[in-house]
């Protein structure tokens, strides 16, 4: 598998195909670009959502992938019932199941994509820990995950950070802690940090990184 920094870039589009903040916006050919280039056009693909049940992305990329000419089956998963029961009432085919993240039902190498947003900033550094262990157990060995979270590098180059942290709703760590992190577990990590224009509404960039991370071979 090619594992250079394009295709950690190819992989990170393919999580991202509308844009889940302001301004940050990718085509859907560059979404469906992505797909291909990774993943060989007809086979069948797990996605996995991972505490992100309130993001409108799972359906939207379900439809992509069908449209690609993939067979997906897209699972999202979350300790919270009530954006569950959103998903389920809509007549999309999504699976959906509350449970905790770090200890799922799934068999091992289940799933060939793995992504969440921020969701290892929710809690501890055990936690994440126990996050990413489960996370590692779930990918198949050519599967990716792909995420986006708030390091303490860029905490004060986010307006959302700072006022989250100012509420110490999130806990932040240094890239270094991720990349010990998820080589404890077997995984390649490569970390991207981007930057998102809030505009009309704000007019500031916002600092994000982005990780992607396969299994080692």
């Known amino acids: ?96 199941q509350k449970c905790n993240v770090a200890d799922t039902c799934f068999p091992d190498k289940y799933f060939d994509v793995i992504t969440t947003d921020f969701l290892l900033n929710m809690g501890s550094l055990e936690t994440g820990t126990e996050i990413v262990k489960e996370m590692a157990r779930l990918l ?23 006022l989250i942290d100012r509420f110490g709703k999130k806990h932040f760590f240094p890239k270094e802690t991720w990349n010990e992190l998820f080589s404890r577990f077997g995984l390649d990590l490569l970390l991207t940090t981007f930057c998102v224009e809030n505009k009309p509404l704000l007019y500031h960039s916002d600092e994000f990184t982005h990780m992607a991370a396969i299994k080692k071979t």
């Open 1 to 96: 598998m090619e594992t250079d920094n394009n295709f950690y870039h190819r992989a990170y589009e393919l999580m991202q195909p509308l844009g889940i903040l302001g301004g940050w916006n990718l085509s859907k050919d560059q979404h469906i670009g992505a797909i291909s280039e990774i993943f060989p056009i007809g086979r069948e693909l797990n996605v996995l959502y991972a505490g992100t049940a309130t993001a409108k992305n799972p359906i939207d990329t379900k439809k992509a992938l069908i449209e690609a000419g993939y067979d997906p089956q897209v699972t999202v998963l979350d300790i919270v019932s009530r954006p569950l029961r959103k998903l389920q009432k809509k007549d999309n085919g999504i699976i959906t």
């Open 140 to 162: 198949k060995p050519d599967g990716i995950i792909s995420m986006t979270v708030f390091t303490e590098e860029n905490r004060r180059r986010n307006f959302q950070s700072v």
